[in-house]
């Protein structure tokens, strides 16, 4: 359990400021109890305000670095060092409780934290608003779309105002048009929240319209093989797609992608 | 900001949200169901009077007729007459007040135990394996340990409730409570959620329609064991068991046989009562 203990946030830290190192992994690496290898020598960090997009081919341990570094899933070797005990964590699905409506889903890790009654339906109608579910607050899940549970799941990932979000896949599930959409949703957030974003995809364009920063990772045991720098300016609109340095980007991504298989 | 991808309306969302269909659809599929659900074993039930008519009076001579009484004389004498009437439903009532303690009683510890073993892997390799063995064990071979126990009257009957209707009870509440979607348990992981908290936001609520599930069948068979645990302690106040002996051994097949609707009356009634409390409970979230 001695690897478990240094992904730990030290006593009495203060929350990270923006452009403050929030993580960083140093030749971190992770061996299952069975002995399959997941993730070999990752070295990266995070400041506050970047996004990063961490591509690859289906299981070469993408999640399980995001396990690492949310310290679900602790690393067996190397280091990982987490700056931050506040985590929002969006899964590949919104993972909602069915029996609460969308407010009480919200409100939930407010309630788990111990917030006031009066804090707690604060916090949830704030972070409603951000994610534009007005009027949907006491709806069920079974009644929602598939694109509205995953608002709702932002949205309660976002209540806590996490400087570190880790987002697992979050939108892979749904349709094209509504991909798109919460992909804006996603930007405008990361634009007024200024969090630090680890966002696990597999879409190339996604990775690169989103990120300031894009790492891709090998298959298993998962390496990271390249780092491609995003350098557009904030907020993007979606005409980026369409620019010729964005296809260049999206290009150098995808060769590095193949060559994980050479 | 809109919702893409052919997503329903507000007033549909709220249609659905409480639980209905699109109200025209609603009010229509009602309607069929109401005559689909009736209508059949209605059919059935005509057949199976003109068959015991059958019997009765054309395969039957009138001095063997006792042995299936028609119809309408089990009416007339378990039904219509008064005695007869009272006698069965006191007994009723007593069968009623057997189950309904044996069943509450079986709630309570199969819920416990499930609970228990849903805290650990090995509680629940340690227990289980007993709440197998209880249920493999004839209640039969377990009588004269009751008696000892609990003597020959309403609380031995009870005895025996409990030990027929708790094992569903206590395997469909632990799989309610061990099947609990993984990333849940890490949301209330990363969020420091104690045990409490955790058995109660998430563990509990999502084992709702499994207990349910299991709280119907222990319902239906808390009722046999009222009735079957009459045959063994004859002592107290007499419920449908042993008015049922009683009028075997006086031949009284036609109040055998209206003694006989109480306690199909009796089951179906508690089976009835669990379903929709279990369906009013989780309607507006459970996608069944």
């Known amino acids: ?13 203060h929350e990270p400021g923006p452009g403050e190192e929030v993580i960083s992994f140093r030749n971190a690496g992770k061996i299952f109890p069975d002995g399959t290898e997941a993730v070999f020598d990752v070295s990266f960090s995070l400041r506050r305000g970047e996004f990063l997009s961490v591509v690859g081919p289906s299981g070469c341990g993408k999640s399980t670095l995001l396990r ?3 310290g679900l899933g602790p690393h067996t070797s190397g280091d990982v060092e987490r700056r931050v005990e506040n985590i929002g964590y969006v899964f590949q699905d919104a993972t909602l409780l069915p029996w609460r409506s969308v407010r009480k889903n919200v409100e939930l890790l407010a309630e788990l934290e111990g917030a006031s009654k009066a804090d707690r339906s604060r916090l949830a109608a704030d972070a409603v608003r951000l994610v534009g579910l007005q009027g949907f607050e006491n709806h069920y899940p ?20 996490p400087p570190l979000f880790l987002l697992d896949e979050p939108f892979g599930a749904l349709d094209e048009i509504t991909r798109g959409t919460l992909n ?12 630090a974003a680890i966002f696990i995809t597999h879409s190339i364009s996604e990775a690169v319209y989103l990120s300031s920063r894009v790492l891709v990772m090998s298959p298993r045991p998962g390496r990271i093989l390249a780092e491609v720098e995003i350098p557009f300016a904030y907020p993007r609109s979606p005409e980026l797609r369409f620019d010729p ?9 995808s060769h590095a992608l193949r060559r994980g298989y050479e | 900001m809109s919702e893409v991808g052919g997503a329903p309306s507000a007033p549909q969302l709220e249609a659905i949200a409480r639980g209905g269909k699109i109200s025209s659809l609603t009010v229509r599929r009602r309607g069929q169901s109401l005559l689909g659900g009736v209508g059949p074993p209605l059919g059935a039930f005509v057949i199976f009077v003109g068959i015991a008519y059958f019997f009765s009076y054309v395969l039957l001579t009138p001095s063997r007729r006792f042995l299936m009484p028609p119809p309408h004389e089990i009416v007339k004498h378990g039904f219509f007459n008064h005695q007869h009437l009272h006698e069965q439903l006191s007994a009723l009532w007593d069968t009623a007040q057997v189950s309904i303690s044996g069943f509450l009683i079986a709630l309570g510890i199969g819920l416990t135990l499930a609970i228990v073993m849903s805290q650990a892997k090995w509680i629940e390799r340690s227990l289980y394996p007993y709440a197998v063995i209880l249920q493999v064990t004839p209640i039969l071979a377990i009588v004269p340990l009751i008696a000892i126990w609990f003597g020959y009257d309403f609380s031995a009957r009870v005895v025996v409730c409990v030990l027929i209707s708790i094992f569903p009870i206590i395997t469909n509440s632990l799989h309610g409570l061990v099947t609990v979607d993984s990333n849940l348990h890490d949301l209330f992981t990363l969020h420091r959620a104690s045990r409490v908290e955790r058995l109660l936001k998430l563990q509990l609520p999502h084992a709702v329609p499994d207990i349910f599930v299991g709280l119907r069948v222990s319902a239906g068979l808390s009722v046999i064991g009222a009735i079957v645990g009459e045959f063994f302690f004859r002592q107290g106040t007499p419920g449908l068991g042993r008015l049922l002996d009683l009028y075997r051994a006086y031949l009284q097949t ?7 609707v109480f306690c199909c009356g009796l089951g179906i009634v508690s089976f009835w009562v669990i379903g929709f409390v279990g369906h009013q409970l989780t309607k507006n979230w459970h996608e069944e």
Request: glycine share 8%; net charge positive; charged share 20%.
């Open chain 1, 1 to 13: 359990m001695t690897t478990a203990q240094t992904a730990g946030v030290p006593a009495g830290a």
């Open chain 1, 68 to 70: 690492m570094a949310s």
């Open chain 1, 142 to 161: 079974k009644a929602l779309s598939g694109g509205m549970r995953m608002r709702t799941s932002v949205a309660r990932a976002l209540t806590m105002k």
């Open chain 1, 184 to 195: 804006e949703e996603l930007m405008r957030l990361f634009v007024s929240e200024r969090f």
């Open chain 1, 245 to 253: 340095e964005f296809a260049r980007l999206s290009g150098e991504v």
């Open chain 2, 254 to 260: 036609d109040l055998l046989m209206s003694a006989l």
